[in-house]
């Protein structure tokens, strides 16, 4: 409010400048005309060398206020001038003119000239009576100017011996005390208008800059994503539009995707997450200073369009932009990183329009993710094939239930002492219009497009419900291969439950296996789901063990009940697999877990492997997975080896 008071007061004195100076030319004129008839029109041919004196004088000063005034029209009128010191200046100006008068109308009471006084009384008070509207826009000047101008002469008159002078100092000041009362009337009647066009310009002016705000903050709304400040999609691909409808030079558009950062947002939270998103934003806006194209495409996504620019040197800014985002991230708490891999469709030779052009940077980006995350990759037709595939494969599986495509085969476990049947692992099978898809191409996309988890869970149904027909009395364990998206499902506790308890198979005959993958993710979730199944009396072992990240420490903590040494190392155990199979056999007796070898194919290896101390063996060796059909001859072939 006050600030507004302020803006007021100055826009005012401003004002008042103007009118002032407006009104100059006229006040200095007349008196310059005024003074200049009555010195020297009454004295002629004899000029009263004082009268002469004061005219000088009062030109001077007339000349003076011409000078400023013309100096203010050219200088100042068009600046934002400071109004208040305009007007003392003008105010100066105008009040030693009422002075200069003040002197001339009393030495002229002195000389005794009735005619000569008359006129000059005349003369006077006409210019005190222009004044209350001239200086109108300063009351004070406007209200004391033709009091100065005739009070002292007035007086002067009024205190001389003659009547005839005495009424006419009487009737100059009557006048001077209405010119009192009109001026004042006048100023502030000048004043008001003043204010209401002022107030009125300013209430304009502030309702401008609301409705500019609004405007802005409409702008923000639908066109920047909150979080970060960048463009959102929509003005993002209006943007994209305009560049691709206009001709234009070859440009390169990069499809941004972090790695890691969802495990980050899962584990230590979405506030962590936000900040690292918010970073990323600045770090991409600060590389792409001079691009206007840059959005985040949703979640942990971004979009960058590069103008003018080769595949080469996109390659090479996007290797850059990799290491700028993968530069570690100072939180609040901690110090977190996350990757970065890119996708590149260039325009105009992969696509011409700004979808597809989109599409095929996803693409480039989620095929280099599939092969190596944190690195660049540009698109290639190679690319769109392979996509439409795992298309193709997504939207079979979507219905392979519903459509009976999928089925069980089980796998046996031996025992390497007895050699007798110890489990069987359950491997999924999908027949596609004859065709068998392996499940290392189907499981990988049921795990992206989150069908894993009904997928899975129909598993863990089916092979329970199987385990439950076979030998009851040689308790023949199932084992059941689970993704850990799967282990990381809160409802996946109950899914187990709910599988044992519609088969009725025993808690201890359900194994479930997770692969190496389970120490890239958030230990304490998986750690309290395997303490979860392991309290139920489910037992849980860790797939493909040496392919990837365990630890010491972790195992330690995971306190699974098997470990399944993988294939490649068992296909080298005459080799430098040996090494690493003694160093698990150590470690199996110190964290007390038991060991299954994986991939058996030859004698020699089950001889190698059982002189390790390995206790089970798994593989083609023994026998290949077997379908469900087959397994009541196979136990029962096994059933009377063994007997
Ligand atoms: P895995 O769990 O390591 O399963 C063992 C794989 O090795 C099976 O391949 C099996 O057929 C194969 N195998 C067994 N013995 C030998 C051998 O002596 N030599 C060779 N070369 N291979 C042998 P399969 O059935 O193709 O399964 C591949 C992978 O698919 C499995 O690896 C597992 O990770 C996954 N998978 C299979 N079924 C399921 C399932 O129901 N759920 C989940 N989540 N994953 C599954
Ligand atoms: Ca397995
Ligand atoms: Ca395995």
């Not at 006050?2 to 006229?26: C, H, P, W």
């Not at 979640?299 to 003018?308: A, K, Q």
Request: with cysteine; net charge negative; hydrophobic share 45%.
């Amino acid at each position: 409010m006050t600030e507004t008071n302020s803006k007021l007061n100055k826009f005012m004195q401003r004002d008042a400048a103007v009118i002032l100076y407006g009104n100059a030319v006229a006040g200095i004129l007349i008196s310059l005309l005024t003074s200049s008839f009555l010195v020297f029109a009454f004295s002629y041919p004899r000029i009263d060398p004082l009268k002469k004196i004061w005219w000088w004088v009062m030109t001077c000063l007339l000349l003076i206020r011409f000078f400023d005034m013309i100096w203010w029209e050219v200088k100042l009128k068009k600046t934002q001038f400071d109004g208040n010191i305009a007007t003392i200046r003008f105010i100066t100006g105008a009040n030693l003119t009422a002075l200069m008068w003040s002197v001339y109308l009393v030495y002229c009471t002195t000389q005794g000239n009735d005619i000569e006084l008359t006129t000059t009384i005349i003369a006077i008070a006409a210019m005190a009576g222009g004044s209350s509207t001239v200086l109108a826009a300063h009351k004070y000047t406007a209200i004391f100017f033709p009091c100065i101008l005739l009070t002292p002469g007035s007086i002067g008159l009024i205190l001389s011996d003659q009547k005839h002078l005495q009424l006419l100092g009487i009737l100059g000041l009557s006048f001077s005390i209405v010119m009192l009362v009109i001026s004042r009337n006048s100023a502030k009647f000048t004043a008001n208008t003043l204010f209401l066009k002022n107030e009125n310009s300013i209430l304009v002016h502030q309702m401008e800059e609301k409705v500019k705000q609004r405007t802005h903050k409409i702008y923000e709304l639908s066109n920047l994503d909150p979080l970060t400040r960048l463009f959102n999609r929509t003005a993002f691909l209006e943007q994209l539009k305009v560049v691709t409808t206009t001709p234009q030079k070859p440009f390169a558009l990069l499809f941004i995707d972090l790695d890691g950062f969802k495990k980050i947002n899962d584990s230590i939270g979405h506030k962590a997450g936000d900040d690292i998103l918010r970073e990323t934003a600045n770090r991409l806006s600060q590389f792409t200073k001079d691009s206007q194209l840059l959005c985040r495409w949703g979640g942990d996504e971004f979009l960058i369009v590069f103008s003018d620019i080769d595949e080469a040197s996109a390659v090479e800014k996007s290797k850059q932009l990799i290491a700028l985002l993968s530069e570690p991230h100072n939180t609040e708490n901690s110090i977190l990183s996350v990757g970065a891999t890119i996708g590149i469709a260039l325009y105009p030779i992969h696509a011409k329009t700004e979808d597809r052009l989109i599409q095929l940077a996803d693409m480039a980006m989620y095929y280099q993710k599939k092969q190596m995350r944190s690195a660049v990759c540009v698109f290639t037709e190679e690319m769109e094939k392979l996509f439409a595939y795992d298309l193709h494969l997504k939207n079979g599986l979507t219905k392979a239930i519903e459509n009976k495509q999928l089925r069980l085969v089980f796998q046996p476990i031996i025992c390497s002492k007895t050699l007798n049947i110890a489990a069987f692992e359950a491997l999924l099978r999908w027949q596609l219009d004859d065709e068998n898809i392996p499940p290392d191409e189907f499981i990988p996309i049921a795990e992206q497009y989150g069908l894993i988890h009904e997928i899975g869970a129909w598993v863990l149904q089916h092979a329970c419900m199987q385990a439950k027909q076979w030998d009851n009395k040689r308790e023949i364990i199932v084992c059941v291969n689970v993704s850990i998206i799967q282990l990381q499902d809160e409802n996946f506790i109950g899914i187990v439950e709910e599988a044992l308890s519609s088969s009725l198979l025993p808690a201890e005959l359900l194994h479930i296996e997770i692969t190496e993958s389970v120490f890239a993710s958030d230990l304490v979730v998986i750690t309290n789901q395997i303490k979860s199944l392991q309290s139920m009396g489910v037992q849980v072992s860790i797939d493909d063990f040496g392919t990837g990240y365990s630890s010491l420490s972790a195992m330690q903590d995971l306190a699974v009940n098997m470990v399944k040494i993988d294939r490649s190392f068992v296909n080298k155990v005459d080799s430098n697999g040996k090494a690493i199979i003694s160093a698990v056999m150590h470690m199996s007796s110190a964290l007390n877990f038991t060991v299954i070898a994986e991939g058996v194919e030859t004698e020699e290896q089950s001889q190698a492997l059982l002189q390790l101390g390995v206790h089970y063996f798994q593989g083609y060796y023994y026998s290949r997975p077997i379908e469900i059909e087959n397994i009541p001859s196979y136990l029962e072939s096994k059933h009377s080896n063994t007997a």
